[in-house]
């Protein structure tokens, strides 16, 4: 690999690197996986995305001090070099309250239920409390989205509620679960992965 192609590493975890996203090689993926009825399931997207509408979206992101989102890629393996396989943001970032909300797509679904997400979400949560100095962090999934609430929940996050028939999905009023994570229930969750590489 040349050093030319390495990566921009933002952070480092067991799986995951996270890196600034990059407008020249990043869109493609980006646009299939946001269009992809999979993935669409689980989040609140609805409505088909150019091109042209991720790269406004990206432009966007370089002069916002709400929303950071980062790539997420998995870490180099044996000389051969990561890959791109989803986005992991901190969103409505509140620097009075000192809150923010998560957010996770791993577009790349080969990826799924195999611990990258949460490899790249202790990361998030590691800037946004001990670099950002955050308070708190909340995120909200689908009631059915098991797997985005169980990740979640191993990282240390609590359901805060629930906002019945919320978000209309495959024909249905779902219900949204809301939950909240503190800095210092995360604190021995990471102590812990740091240690072993185990959330639970
Ligand atoms: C949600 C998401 C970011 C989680 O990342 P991930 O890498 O798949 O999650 P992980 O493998 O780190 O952890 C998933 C947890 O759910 C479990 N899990 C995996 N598949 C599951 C399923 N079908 N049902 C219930 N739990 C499941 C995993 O085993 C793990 O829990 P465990 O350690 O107790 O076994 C990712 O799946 C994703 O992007 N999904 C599509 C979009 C999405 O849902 N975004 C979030 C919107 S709120």
Same mark, same amino acid.
């Given at each position: 690999m040349k050093t030319t192609d390495l990566p921009a590493v933002f952070s480092t975890g067991r799986? &995951? #690197? =996270? @890196? %600034?996203?990059?407008?020249? &090689?990043?869109?493609a993926s980006i646009v299939r996986w946001v269009n992809d009825p999979e993935v669409q399931q689980y989040v609140g997207m609805f409505l088909p995305s150019t091109l042209e509408q991720e790269k406004a979206w990206l432009e966007k992101l370089d002069n916002d001090d709400k929303n950071i989102?980062?790539? +997420?890629? &998995?870490? %180099?393996?044996?000389? @051969? %070099? *990561?890959?791109? +396989?989803g986005l992991m943001g901190l969103h409505g970032i509140n620097w009075k309250d000192r809150v923010a909300? &998560? !957010?996770?797509?791993? *577009?790349? /679904? @080969?990826? $799924? *239920?195999?611990?990258? !997400?949460?490899?790249?979400?202790m990361q998030v949560i590691n800037y946004a409390f001990n670099a950002m100095n955050l308070r708190k962090l909340t995120s909200a999934a689908l009631a059915y989205n098991q797997r985005s609430l169980r990740y979640s929940i191993h990282c240390g996050y609590k359901v805060e509620g629930t906002r019945k028939r919320q978000?209309? /999905?495959?024909?249905?009023? @779902?219900?949204? #679960?809301?939950? *909240?994570l503190f800095r210092e229930? $995360? =604190? %021995?969750i990471w102590r812990k992965y740091q240690r072993t590489g185990r959330v639970k």
């Open positions: 799986k &995951t #690197i =996270l @890196r %600034p996203l990059n407008k020249a &090689t990043d869109l989102v980062f790539a +997420i890629e &998995t870490k %180099p393996a044996k000389g @051969r %070099p *990561g890959t791109f +396989i909300e &998560t !957010g996770a797509i791993i *577009g790349d /679904k @080969r990826y $799924w *239920g195999r611990g990258y !997400g949460t490899d790249a979400k978000i209309f /999905k495959d024909g249905e009023y @779902r219900d949204l #679960i809301i939950l *909240g229930d $995360w =604190l %021995p």
